[in-house]
């Protein structure tokens, strides 16, 4: 049977008060991005609901794409009707024949914010479930866990008929808490902490340094492809490559090996942060969780951050490797962040590195550096790439390759 629209429930925006207008139509416009090469569908707001009209469009691909968006916390695919008892009979028996399974249990539950409507809650539950008693046999009602649950809701405009409550990805619509940049590598962490910023709200671009002839093109390729993999959450999101090789190269012939990794990561750092007032945002955030690696212990951390005063945020700060593991499944960044290509963080790094890095002996090698030619010439290198939900970047790097042969 072919569903009408999709009918979708808030959650946390209704508690938005005065800024909740600007909250749906966030979610409206990230919708309409999710589902942009569905060119029949229409979306219509309303402040407790969201409608996306089908017009014949099959509501199974549409669930796929619409399941990952952010600020939704219901939603079920429904079909419209009048209202009157008859027709609301009517398409609950036809909508019943389709789906209902020998076997199965079931009741009907009904909402009515047409409170003028003739009919009360109970009467209708009672009404409906005799109709379809008398014209389908078998049936099996369960009022606390059945297996179907038919829903009506009876609105100012018309009875909405449903037999699925999906749950949504909850969170807040990508958007409404600002913009900030990601420190996006290639391992599992921080496509992790991206969908988690996501989650809350934030719009974030991918700030990804890459060293060539150091790290591979298949090593820049996955991390545009890992984009591309929570671009479905957002819709799209911008991929800011920075090459880092000279700054690598330097810091490696000139400072001691136990503070590489403290002063790399500096240089890092700072050069997020000039992006990221150029990208106009307002955060930095990465995937450090707290003691996982000898640059993720506190004092390593307080060394790196005194190069800014930006906020810095760490989602998965406190969550430890098999909680960061099972979300990257979970949002399916796992298994291509598991592949072996090299990224800039692991090309340089020393075999005994400082846990303990002094701020005062950071900043004294860096002194010998000239910071700001490298940061500048570092700066001239960069490239913006938007990538969107479903790109492939290692599979056309691979039939480039192929074509080279």
């Known amino acids: ?5 999709i009918m979708i429930r808030y959650g946390e925006l209704s508690t938005k008060g005065k800024n909740r207008k600007d909250f749906i139509n966030r979610l409206a416009s990230n919708v309409q991005k ?5 060119p029949d569908l229409k979306i219509q707001t309303h402040h407790d609901r969201m409608h996306i009209l089908l017009d014949g469009t099959p509501f199974e691909p549409v669930n796929d794409r619409l399941k990952l968006v952010f600020g939704i916390q219901t939603y079920s695919p429904v079909i419209k009707t009048e209202k009157s008892l008859e027709a609301i009979e009517k398409t609950a028996l036809e909508l019943m024949q389709a789906t209902y399974k020998a076997g199965m249990t079931f009741k009907v539950n009904t909402r009515r914010s047409d409170h003028k409507f003739i009919y009360d809650t109970n009467q209708l539950n009672q009404m409906v479930a005799d109709y379809l ?124 090996e136990g503070y590489l990794m403290t002063v790399q990561r500096r240089f890092m750092l700072r050069l997020a942060d000039i992006i990221r007032e150029k990208r106009h945002a307002l955060a930095i955030f990465n ?65 005994r590195p400082k846990t303990k890095p002094k701020i005062d002996k950071a900043r004294e ?7 700001d030619g490298l940061i500048e010439r570092a700066l001239a290198g960069v490239k913006v790439t938007p990538v969107y939900p479903g790109q492939s970047f290692l599979d056309d790097l691979a039939e480039e390759d192929a074509d080279l042969l």
């Open 287 to 351: 995937g450090e969780s707290v003691g996982q690696v000898a640059s993720q212990t506190l004092e390593s951390m307080a060394a790196i951050n005194d190069v800014t005063t930006t906020p810095v945020l760490r989602p998965v700060a406190t969550m430890d490797k098999t909680e960061i593991i099972a979300k990257a499944e979970e949002i399916g960044t796992f298994d291509l962040s598991i592949q072996p290509f090299e990224d800039c963080c692991t090309i340089f790094a020393p075999p």
């Open 133 to 256: 008693y008398n014209h389908m046999e078998g049936l099996q009602a369960e009022m606390k866990h059945p297996d179907m649950v038919l829903l009506l809701e009876i609105r100012q405009d018309g009875a909405y008929i449903s037999n699925q409550l999906l749950h949504g990805a909850g969170g807040m619509p990508v958007g409404t808490a600002g913009k900030a940049v990601m420190m996006l590598s290639g391992g599992i962490d921080s496509p992790v902490a991206s969908y988690l910023a996501m989650k809350r709200g934030v719009n974030i671009e991918m700030v990804h340094f890459f060293s060539p002839p150091y790290t591979s093109e298949k090593a820049l390729a996955k991390a545009k492809e890992l984009t591309s993999i929570l671009a479905k959450y957002s819709g799209r999101i911008n991929f800011i490559e920075v090459p880092f090789a000279e700054i690598q190269e330097t810091i490696k012939e000139k400072l001691p």
């Open 365 to 371: 090698y860096e002194s010998r550096l000239d910071v």
């Open 1 to 5: 049977m072919q569903y009408t629209e």
């Open 34 to 38: 999710v589902l942009h090469d569905f």
